[in-house]
């Protein structure tokens, strides 16, 4: 009788394991273009609850095919802003004198 069961309990263990679901995220994530991860980042700090929910919904529509291309930045940065959230993000100038890239910061301090 506990063979029997032992059995059992082994052929139970031995059957593979469905792989889990993807997360939302996770399925946004690998439809981000340049600089998505960067703004998608910058929204989770700022907004986490709005964030997931539209981070749900981008992945329900990717999943029913109605965005096929990749999301770059600039699209998620104002698919933000049109639902009224200002994500503010790191901003960097820059300048090149003789081959050589500098911050404007510095500039400011010569």
Wanted: charged share 30%.
């Amino acid at each position: 009788m506990q063979l029997a069961s032992m059995a059992g309990q082994v052929k139970a263990e031995q059957q593979p394991k469905p792989a889990p679901a993807e997360t939302p995220l996770e399925v946004v994530k690998k439809h981000l273009g340049p600089r998505g991860d960067e703004v998608l980042q910058a929204a989770y700090e700022q907004y986490p609850v709005e964030t997931a929910a539209i981070v749900e919904k981008l992945a329900q529509l990717i999943k029913m095919g109605q965005i096929s291309e990749p999301l770059d930045g600039g699209e998620l940065y104002n698919l933000f802003r049109s639902l009224g959230l200002r994500v503010r993000l790191e901003t960097k100038i820059t300048y090149v004198k003789r081959g050589e890239a500098k911050d404007l910061k510095e500039l400011f301090k010569q």
